[in-house]
């Protein structure tokens, strides 16, 4: 199985560097893992969008879009539950 690349946004790597030196690290380690597998177990298509899924980290969300016809994930947005999906 190909590997994909993984592409992150301006605005995800704004989102990224203000949460806690924790939570940076499993983000960052999902993120990494997205390149084998694009949907891992618990991620979720978004209703209403083309190729955009979604994956939990913690009370956390990683919003993301698929483009499998080149191999390429990008990932949009970061951040709580309350703020991402705006």
């Known amino acids: 199985m190909a590997s994909y690349r993984v592409e992150v946004s301006a605005t995800a790597e704004r ?3 203000k949460l806690s ?3 940076q690290i499993r983000v960052l380690r999902i993120i990494q893992g997205l390149e084998s597998d694009p949907y891992p177990r618990g991620c ?4 209403g969008y ?3 899924f979604r994956v939990r980290v913690g009370v956390h969300r990683i919003l993301y879009s698929v483009e499998a016809s080149r191999l390429l994930i ?3 947005k970061v951040g709580q539950r309350k703020d991402v999906y705006r």
């Open 15 to 17: 989102q990224i560097r």
């Open 44 to 47: 979720r298509k978004l209703r």
């Open 74 to 76: 990008i990932v949009l």
């Open 50 to 52: 083309g190729d955009v």
């Open 21 to 23: 030196r924790q939570d």
